[in-house]
């Protein structure tokens, strides 16, 4: 008998390791264990944390949770109060995210402690850059879960929803409460009311967990799609015409939360091409959202073909701006001061603006970091940038201070990324791409969590094995945290520095190839194209080194810093070195704080990212016993064709460079395996 029960449980267990596609991310939880839950309001948000409570509960059974809508002074925004069995919160979306709280500590194991959960960022938005045709500009996981082209692409199906709700649902758990729902390089078709209907059934499906919907939209559109002669925003009639258009979606979606814009950035119109200023079009549209509590986010990415250093443009144009916003107005910056590279310093624009709102925007879709081939956990780099030092108001005024209220009193606080999701079964084409998400949310809500506990929980709540009664607290045993979570989360911690390291170490960036910014390139130089948008105006090499020069010989984009950080980053000898060739151009025998030249040093580094990724190829198949077959083969085959990128960067990088530096790649390390010629005739084309 004893046997039989052995075989059966052996059974249950690999049917339970057997296969699973990843499309129920960190939801896998459901259990039978009987819960009461005493509430006495009741709305579909509040009928979403019973249901959750019901089919997730771990904690004793028949045990009584008291869901308290009622206000109390310490809770801010959706925040909430939580005690072992007891919820309060000034709204229902509060009770909510109290929810999944209490669900996610249970199944982590996370001690459950009274406390006062407020977030740090009162919008937390994904911007998808998904086209009205479907296709999605950087994603890499299929089509868009939005929109498509052809007969039924404005039909609302059974199957749209439920993906939909399912999507609402994987964002409420990590507190995410908002989503633009099409591209920066947003199409005026956008506004038209067919558009609007789509939008309207989307946000019937997310409103009840608590997610507004939000539009990009295009300068122009007066012009384009209105039927007027300018769209110039000082215009009476562009003014009319837009206060109609906001009045117009207000009367669709009574709860839509506004307009995200990209104007005068990468050949899209907006008020300078009418002689206006950034704040003249943001304030237009910001008084056609005044009566409805709508906002206007305004994006910073600006930089033009000009002989400046591209990485100061944003902040020359903004600064002079900064005052002049209306308040429901938020400025858009990009993390770093150039665009989503591996590594970059922080923009200086972060606690410089300080008085307007000021909403960081990351990346999640891996534009720059490998698309949803590489293993990369981005939290670490959020971390990073988060918990830069500004000095703007003495120090402590990190990134994460100066834009989530806690130094300027902003009206709104809001934070923003760039999301990888798309039609593929997995969401994201990689099962640790849906790592990124999960990383977004959770800082969005709080930007003071560890990059190691937001790896621990994701890791926990995607892998574990529950019991097969499906009704226990899931057991981490001790074999499954030795050999599963701890290797894997190292993995996680480490995968964003292996990348940079084998892409661009150092301060290096944007040497990619051609415009799919997924191999190296720093050859990439096409007659005719703008400087800025090629390698060598990013790389500089030359015979007498490498790197660009932002120091006060330079570009002197460090003046755009504030004291003591400008003179730190100004000089090599204190710059951290993680920056160095970001903001120094030095010389091949350059001395590092090891010892080495700047040349060894470099094949080093791209060398041990090889390494790395190659370590993570053995840990990953000892961790065969831990995973479903399906996610476990899926993942080791996208890290082999991680190691040969890996291997293909280091080449390409050290056999070009190597042109310029004329010393030898240092003979303890493995050799190059391509030939440059050949790399450069293929030109590193995706596919
Ligand atoms: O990094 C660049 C991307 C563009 C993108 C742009 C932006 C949406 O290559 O694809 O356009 O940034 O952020 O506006």
């Given at each position: 008998m004893k046997r039989l029960i052995g075989v059966f449980m052996a059974v249950c267990f690999s049917i339970a390791l057997f296969a699973e596609n990843g499309h129920n991310l960190w939801l896998r939880n459901k259990s039978n264990n009987p819960v009461n839950i005493v509430s006495k309001k009741s709305s579909a948000t509040l009928a979403i944390a019973k249901e959750e409570l019901q089919q997730g509960w771990l904690g004793e059974a028949n045990s009584t949770v008291t869901l308290l809508v009622k206000q109390d002074k310490t809770i801010k925004g959706d925040g909430f109060k939580l005690t072992t069995n007891n919820i309060q919160a000034n709204t229902d979306l509060g009770i909510l995210n109290g929810v999944y709280e209490l669900l996610r500590r249970q199944q982590t194991g996370e001690a459950i402690q009274d406390a006062v959960i407020n977030p740090s960022y009162e919008l937390r938005l994904l911007n998808h850059w998904d086209n009205l045709d479907g296709s999605i500009e950087r994603g890499y996981a299929g089509l868009s879960i939005f929109w498509r082209k052809g007969d039924d692409a404005f039909k609302v199906t059974e199957t749209d929803k439920q993906l939909w709700k399912e999507y609402a649902r994987a964002n409420a758990s990590i507190g995410i409460n908002g989503s633009v729902l099409n591209n920066v390089n947003a199409s005026p078709d956008m506004l038209k009311k067919e558009t609007l209907e789509r939008v309207k059934a989307i946000a019937e499906i997310l409103r009840p967990y608590g997610i507004k919907t939000y539009l990009s939209i295009k300068f122009s559109s007066p012009a384009m799609i209105g039927g007027l002669k300018t769209s110039d925003p000082l215009d009476p009639e562009v003014i009319t015409w837009w206060k109609n258009k906001v009045k117009e979606i207000y009367s669709i979606i009574p709860d839509f939360g506004g307009f995200l814009v990209k104007a005068n950035s990468e050949g899209q119109p907006g008020p300078q091409d009418f002689g206006r200023t950034h704040a003249d079009g943001a304030n237009m549209l910001a008084d056609a959202f005044k009566p409805f509590g709508g906002i206007v986010m305004w994006r910073a990415f600006v930089y033009s073909p000009s002989t400046e250093d591209r990485a100061k443009q944003a902040y020359n144009e903004f600064m002079p701006l900064?005052?002049?916003?209306?308040?429901n107005v938020i400025i858009q910056v990009k993390n770093?001061?150039?665009?989503?590279?591996?590594r970059e310093p922080f923009s200086p624009l972060f606690g410089a603006m300080k008085k307007t709102s000021v909403m960081p925007e990351l990346q999640i879709t891996q534009e720059y970091l490998g698309h949803s081939t590489h293993l990369v956990f981005l939290s670490t780099m959020w971390e990073e940038f988060l918990k830069s030092e500004t000095y703007q108001e003495g120090s402590g005024s990190t990134v994460a201070r100066c834009t989530d209220g806690s130094i300027f009193p902003q009206k709104h606080t809001a934070i923003a990324g760039v999301s990888n999701i798309g039609l593929d079964t997995n969401w994201c084409g990689h099962h640790f791409a849906q790592s990124n998400w999960y990383a977004f949310g959770r800082l969005a809500w709080n930007d003071q969590l560890t990059s190691k506990q937001i790896a621990d929980e994701w890791i926990k709540l995607t892998f574990n094995q529950t019991s097969s009664d499906n009704s226990k607290q899931p057991l981490f045993s001790p074999d499954w945290i030795v050999n599963f979570l701890n290797p894997v989360e190292e993995i996680m911690l480490e995968s964003r520095e292996a990348a940079v390291n084998y892409m661009m170490p150092l301060g290096l960036h944007h040497i990619f190839a051609g415009d799919h910014h997924y191999g190296p390139g720093p050859w990439y130089a096409p007659k005719g194209l703008r400087s800025d948008w090629t390698p060598p105006y990013y790389h500089k090499a030359d015979s007498d080194g490498l790197g660009f020069d932002r120091s006060p010989t330079g570009s002197n984009a460090v003046s755009q810093y504030h004291e003591p950080l400008s003179s730190q980053l100004a000089d090599p000898k204190t710059c951290p070195e993680i920056y160095l060739l970001w903001f120094h151009h030095l010389s091949w025998d350059y001395k590092m704080q090891n010892g080495k030249t700047l040349w060894d040093e470099i094949c080093y580094r791209y060398d041990t990212g090889v390494q790395q990724v190659r370590d993570y190829q053995k840990e990953w198949d000892k961790a065969e016993p831990y995973v479903d077959s399906q996610r476990f083969g899926e993942v080791q085959s996208k890290l082999r064709e991680q190691c040969k990128n890996a291997q293909i960067w280091k080449d390409a990088c050290l056999l070009y460079f190597q042109q310029f530096s004329?010393?030898?790649?240092?003979?303890d390390i493995e050799r190059p395996v391509n030939v440059l010629d050949e790399l450069i005739k293929k030109d590193m084309k995706r596919h």
């Open positions: 900064d005052g002049q916003f209306r308040d770093g001061p150039v665009d989503f590279q591996p004329k010393r030898p790649i240092p003979y």
